[in-house]
C-alpha cells in the first residue's frame, strides 16, 4: 500500500505554503501527562470502559502510515469509539512542524488489544503546521480544546494548555526507538489530556483546535463519525 500524502499548508510568520507531505510512519504516544497525578486520572477513565492499566508510562504504538487523514469523515466499525484532541509533530526537510489531530480510537476493542484499537481508527489532522522553531519558546502556552457532538447536544470535551504534556524533546527518544534515527515522513501523536467531567464520550463529531495566544493564531479542524456497522456489543 502507498504512503499517503497529505496536501498540508505551512502558517508561518513569513505567509503560508503549500507542503506536500508524504507520510511513512504514523508513531502515537499515550499517557504522556508531565503530571503523574493526571496520569492516573486519564488511566481511572479508561479503566471505567474495562480498559487495564498500562504496563508502563509513557506508551508508545506504531500504526499503519494509511491511517493519516485531513477528512472530514471518520468512518469505523462499531459504535464505541472516541477522539481525543492532541498535539501532532511532522518531520521532514525545513521541519519540524506541529499541528492538531485526534487519535480515534475504539474503545472495545483497547480492553482487549490497545494496539489493535488504535490500528481500526483513521488519525485525524488538522491541514494546516506551523514551524516548532516558530513557537518553541513559547510551547508551554499553546492551548488544546476539543469539543464533542452527540446528538443535539455539544459541549467543551477537553482543554488544557501544552505545559500538561510532555514537550518534544521528551518524546523524541523513545520516537526514535520506534521509527529509526531518520525522522523524515514521520508522524507523532502527543498522547492526551483528561476529559473535563472525567467522562469518555461516544461522540457523533469532534472539533478540535490548537491555539498560539501569543502569536494570535488557531489551527482548528472538526470531523463527523460515520458507524459502518451498527451492531450491539
Not at 14 to 29: H, K, N
Amino acid at each position: 500500500m502507498a504512503n499517503p500524502e497529505l496536501a498540508l499548508v505551512i502558517e508561518s510568520r513569513a505567509g503560508r505554503e503549500p507542503l506536500p507531505f508524504t507520510v511513512r510512519r504514523i508513531v502515537c504516544a499515550g499517557y504522556t501527562s508531565r503530571d503523574r497525578a493526571e496520569v492516573d486520572r486519564h488511566v481511572r477513565e479508561l479503566e471505567r470502559l474495562g480498559i487495564p492499566r498500562p504496563r508502563a508510562v509513557p506508551t508508545f504504538f506504531s500504526v499503519g502510515s494509511y491511517l493519516a487523514t485531513l477528512g472530514r469523515v471518520v468512518e469505523v466499525q462499531g459504535p464505541f469509539t472516541s477522539g481525543e484532541v492532541e498535539f501532532v509533530l511532522l518531520f521532514g526537510p525545513g521541519g519540524p512542524w506541529v499541528t492538531v489531530g485526534s487519535d480515534q480510537t475504539d474503545r472495545f476493542f483497547e480492553r482487549h488489544s490497545v494496539l489493535a484499537s488504535k490500528q481500526l481508527c483513521p488519525k485525524v489532522l488538522g491541514g494546516t503546521v506551523w514551524p516548532v522553531v516558530e513557537v518553541e519558546d513559547h510551547w508551554d502556552e499553546l492551548a488544546l480544546r476539543a469539543w464533542v457532538r452527540s446528538g443535539r447536544t455539544r459541549r467543551l470535551y477537553q482543554e488544557a494548555t501544552l505545559d500538561a504534556l510532555l514537550p518534544p524533546a521528551a518524546l523524541l527518544p523513545a520516537v526514535r526507538r520506534y521509527a529509526g534515527r531518520e525522522l523524515g515522513g514521520v508522524v507523532v501523536f502527543s498522547g492526551t489530556v483528561p476529559t473535563v467531567d472525567g467522562e469518555v464520550i461516544y461522540g457523533d463529531a469532534y472539533e478540535l483546535e490548537l491555539a498560539d495566544p501569543r502569536l494570535g493564531r488557531t489551527i482548528r479542524t472538526q470531523y463527523t463519525v460515520q458507524v459502518l456497522e451498527r451492531v450491539k456489543r
